[in-house]
Structures are given as structure tokens and as C-alpha cells.
């Protein structure tokens, strides 16, 4: 990185900031603060539904996700157009009806505050969580670029979006996503056009997605019915459908993206947008991850790509070791290149017997790199106890450092910083209002100005800024980060949802009964993430079900034992 870099990076960072304070720096009332005075259009709820959803994990770690695991990824989002209708017709209405602040004041009024009090904590845990993974991510970046303590870019960053959120809360939020969406947009548009003009003169497009192809990065769509498979089409439509009316209907974070519409009208127009829009910006993003991919199968990546913790481990009594293990990598990428440009020129002459032998040749000295690459992560392990050997997060942060042109590495970090920030941005918000709302107003101090509140929930946002930096500089995270976000979500959404839809459309069930059903649930989801290897897609109906099913039968005993 050159001054140039830095200068687009901070100063988009310093604009974001400086621009939500400014806008809102007005707001005086608990009303504009939670929800933006309801003054939001549909293109503004679609916006920033899309923005909150899409942290900078989405952007450092799915292209990362595509070149190691190609493009089966996107099948997770298959289910989502199927739940913004679901929840357009159902449930905004019931907020709107209501007049709520947060989606779990509805759950007092059709069942009793313990129920309330127990999809409010779960909300907050796991969004708690998923604040602290949403700031490793750019945190990250930032230390392995300037070689600083991960605790340190951790305080940076969360000290930088308080002070915006704390300004202007939900408008704060909603104005500073549609700068921050522009930013992330162009940038991943332009890196996936750089990838592709890096590439050799004589491979066309054509070419890459052929190359993708036969080594299996294009693979979209996965027929095959596997319950322990994380990502097929029936994992998507069914399970995901699921995760996403959870996620959308009732985590507050997203809930308060369209609370703030100005009319039932314009928040269904926001969350089918949001529906039309996702899965056609996550195959964008997925298929950059591709072009990268292609991209290092004509010049050489690392054979680890935590460069920082790698050469930490040089430094010790197994650097000879890894040294060793670089040499072995680059023959073999040597002698692969030799191959694919082979197989190129069998493209180019149609000669699909060649292009199958080619073919076979490249993709076992791809499985060769990868046992190098499996071999090097081991002895890293060995180098340095408690590492974190995964390095797919780090893939196209390499890239974008290494390959691409000044000016356009500041601009990409800045997606991901803007990413980063608009999500925990939304995160924060919905924090506050929940803890505002549902647990200190309602049941601590019930009996204070609405001033009081306005400060309340600006205290509560710092705090869980505080817990989110608390939880990115002590926690590890074996999964690739967009993954491990996924998994914690679908530990508590099946749960919480099954609450839900146990409140809209099965009226018989009364509370005592749907609480209990409730813990019993995420005791039976907790058990299956720990002690099974079922799909954590999966988790989600399996906490659903057993909420609804043991909602009835307690139910029943229930009325039995009262006749």
C-alpha cells in the first residue's frame, strides 16, 4: 500500500462517520432514534436490509469460500425470495398493527413477558455474538496490513462506528448504508474485472469458465438430497427458507431495517428488493472468488495465505520445514501451469479428448497442492500451538494487496471496512432498542421520561460495542468466517423463530406451554451442534418443530389436567 491507498481508505472511513453524525446529529427522541421516525422508502428499507446483512465477512471470506469450495455456496440463499413473501403478507402487518419498537413486544401481547424476556435473550446473545465476528473481520485487515495487535485495529474500528450509531441511532444507520453499499458495490465489480485482465492474453472469458468448470468451481447446484451436506438445493430451499424468516422476521437487527418504513406498503417493497437483489449480489461475489481462482492457476499464491502468522513460524524449528514444504509447492504449481495451458489450447482446438486427459492431470496436481497446503497448515500447527490454521479468510486479502493497482487497494479495503461498518452499525442498533425496550424499560425502569430512554439506549450501544470488541479479541474461530457467522444464527433462530410461528398461527398453544417447548428446543439444538454432524442448516427447522410440536402436546396436557 501506497499514500494513496491510505488516503482513499480513511478518508471514506472519515466521510461514513463524519456524514451520519452530521445527519442526524438532531435526533432528540426515542421515536427517531429506534425507528427513523418512519420516514424510510422502499429502495432505503431494501438498502439497508442488504447492507446490515452484508458485513464485511460477506466480502473478505465468501470469495475465499468460492475458490476453495467453488460456487455451491450460493444454494444457501435459494430459500430467501420464498421468505421475504411469506413475511411481506404475515408479519409486517402484525408490527405495523401494533405500533412495536421491537419485534418481541409482540410476543407479550399474544403470550406473557417470561416468553418475551427468553426470545429477547436469545436475540441478544446471539447477536451479541455475531457483533464480535462481524468486527474480527476488518480487524483482521487492518492488523495483518499494518502488522498491529488484533486488539488494537478491534478498538479502532468499534470505537468509530459508537460514535455515529451513538449520534444518530436507526437514521444514523439507514443514511450511512446507501454511501457505504455504493462504496462496496463498485469495489467488488472492479475487482472481479481487474482478476479477469490480469489474466493471460490468450485465455478468454470462455476460457475461465471452462477452466472453472472442469475443476469444479461452478458448482451451483447439488440435486443430491444429504443431510449432513451444509449446502445442496434442498438444504437451501427448505432449511434456508427457515433461517431467513427467523432472521428477517425476527431478529431486531433486521426487524428495524423495516419498522422504520413509512407505510406497510413501502417495507414489503424493501423486503422483496431484498429477495430479487441477494442472490444475485452473493453470485457476483462468489463468481470474483472464481476469476481469483483462475486468476492463481497461472501465477503462484502462497502456500499459506496468513502471511503474519507464517512468518512467525519460519522463526521457529519448523521454518526449515515449511521452507521445504514452498519448495515442493511451487514445483508442483510449475509443473500445474505447464498443464493448464495445455488444457487451454485443447479448448481452444476442441479437442475433447485431450481436454479430458488435461484435464485429470491438472486437477490431481491441484490435489497434490492442496495435501502440500494441508501439510504446511500441520506444521504451523506444530510451530505454534493454538493457531489458527484456516487461513480462507485471508485468500482474497491477498489477492487485493499483491495483485491489484494502487488506488484500487484503498478502495477495496474501504468495501471492506464500510461493510464492517454498516453491519455492526445495524447490529448495535438492534441491541439497544432490544435491551432498551424488552428488558430495562419493561422490566427494570418502567416509569421514566422518554429522555431517559433516548440516553438509555445510547449507553446500551456503547456497551455492546464494548462486549462485540471484548468477544473479536479473545475468541478463535475454527471456521472460515462467513460460515461460523451462519452457524451461530442457526444455533438460536430455529428456536426463536418456532416461537414466533407458534404466536401467528397456532393459537391454541398458551404460554407456559410454548416456554417451556422453547428451552426444551434450544436444549435439543445445542445438543445436535455438539454431539451430531448434521447440517447446521438443519438446525433451524429441527428448533422450529420441536418448539411448535412440544407447544401442542404441553398444550394438551396442559388442558387436560385443567378439565
Not at 490480469?198 to 470462455?206: D, K, N, Q, R, T
Not at 464492517?420 to 439497544?432: I, R, T
Not at 417451556?516 to 429441527?542: C, E, M
Request: net charge positive.
Amino acid at each position: 500500500m501506497n499514500y494513496l491507498d491510505w488516503v482513499i481508505l480513511f478518508g471514506t472511513i472519515a466521510f461514513i462517520v463524519l456524514y451520519g453524525t452530521w445527519r442526524t446529529a438532531g435526533t432528540r427522541n426515542i421515536e427517531g432514534y429506534l425507528k427513523g421516525d418512519n420516514t424510510m422508502k422502499w429502495w432505503m428499507i431494501g438498502v439497508s436490509i442488504m447492507a446490515t446483512q452484508a458485513s464485511a465477512i460477506t466480502f473478505l471470506s465468501t470469495p475465499g469460500q468460492a475458490i476453495e469450495d467453488g460456487m455451491r455456496f450460493l444454494q444457501f440463499y435459494f430459500g430467501l425470495p420464498i421468505a421475504m413473501v411469506i413475511i411481506s403478507v404475515t408479519i409486517v402487518p402484525i408490527y405495523y398493527k401494533l405500533k412495536v419498537y421491537t419485534a418481541y413486544e409482540y410476543l407479550e401481547t399474544r403470550f406473557d413477558l417470561k416468553t418475551r424476556l427468553l426470545a429477547a435473550i436469545l436475540f441478544l446473545i446471539l447477536r451479541g455474538l455475531s457483533v464480535g465476528i462481524t468486527l474480527f473481520a476488518p480487524a483482521l485487515v487492518l492488523s495483518t496490513i499494518l502488522g498491529w495487535p488484533v486488539s488494537v485495529t478491534t478498538i479502532l474500528i468499534g470505537s468509530l462506528v459508537i460514535i455515529y450509531v451513538v449520534s444518530g441511532g436507526t437514521k444514523a444507520v439507514s443514511l450511512t448504508q446507501r454511501q457505504q453499499m455504493t462504496v462496496i458495490m463498485s469495489g467488488m465489480i472492479l475487482a472481479g474485472i481487474l482478476a479477469y485482465a490480469m489474466l493471460p492474453a490468450h485465455v478468454s472469458f470462455g476460457d475461465t469458465i471452462n477452466l472453472a468448470g472442469t475443476l469444479g468451481k461452478m458448482n451451483l447446484v447439488n440435486l443430491e438430497f444429504n443431510p449432513n451436506d451444509r449446502y445442496n438445493i434442498w438444504s437451501g430451499l427448505i432449511a434456508g427458507t427457515f433461517l431467513f424468516l427467523s432472521y428477517f422476521g425476527t431478529d431486531q437487527s433486521q426487524v428495524a431495517r423495516y419498522l422504520g418504513g413509512a407505510s406497510v406498503a413501502e417495507s414489503r417493497l424493501g423486503l422483496i428488493f431484498n429477495g430479487l437483489l441477494k442472490i444475485p449480489m452473493q453470485f457476483m461475489i462468489l463468481f470474483i472468488g472464481v476469476m481469483v481462482f483462475v486468476f492463481y492457476l497461472f501465477y503462484q499464491p502462497p502456500v499459506f495465505h496468513n502471511t503474519v502468522l507464517k512468518a512467525r513460524a519460519l522463526q521457529t524449528e519448523q521454518g526449515q520445514q515449511l521452507k521445504v514444504l514452498e519448495q515442493q509447492y511451487a514445483q508442483l504449481h510449475a509443473e500445474k501451469r505447464i498443464a493448464v495451458d495445455q488444457l487451454v489450447n485443447a479448448m481452444h482446438t476442441d479437442n475433447k479428448t485431450e481436454v479430458e486427459t488435461t484435464g485429470t492431470k491438472v486437477r490431481e496436481l491441484y490435489k497434490q497442492e492442496t495435501a502440500v497446503r494441508d501439510s504446511v497448515k500441520s506444521t504451523i500447527a506444530k510451530a505454534i500451538p493454538g493457531a489458527k490454521t484456516q487461513d480462507r479468510d485471508y485468500i482474497f486479502l491477498n489477492f487485493v494487496l499483491n495483485n491489484l493497482p494502487n488506488g484500487i487497494i484503498g478502495l477495496l479495503l474501504a468495501v471492506m471496512f464500510s461493510a464492517a461498518m454498516s453491519s455492526m452499525a445495524g447490529e448495535l442498533n438492534a441491541l439497544a432498542s432490544t435491551t432498551t425496550m424488552d428488558i430495562y424499560k419493561r422490566s427494570i425502569n418502567s416509569t421514566a421520561d422518554a429522555s431517559h430512554y433516548l440516553k438509555a439506549s445510547r449507553w446500551f450501544t456503547v456497551l455492546w460495542a464494548l462486549l462485540g470488541m471484548v468477544f473479536a479479541m479473545l475468541a478463535t474461530f475454527a471456521e472460515n468466517l462467513i460460515q461460523f457467522v451462519n452457524i451461530v444464527g442457526s444455533l438460536f433462530y430455529g428456536t426463536i423463530l418456532g416461537i414466533f410461528l407458534t404466536a401467528f398461527y397456532v393459537k391454541r398453544v398458551k404460554a407456559t406451554a410454548v416456554f417451556v417447548a422453547a428451552l426444551l428446543a434450544q436444549g435439543v439444538v445445542l445438543y445436535f451442534y455438539f454431539f451430531t454432524d448434521i447440517a447446521f442448516l438443519l438446525y433451524n427447522i429441527i428448533g422450529c418443530a420441536v418448539v411448535i410440536m412440544t407447544g401442542l402436546i404441553l398444550q394438551l396436557i396442559l388442558d387436560l389436567n385443567n378439565q
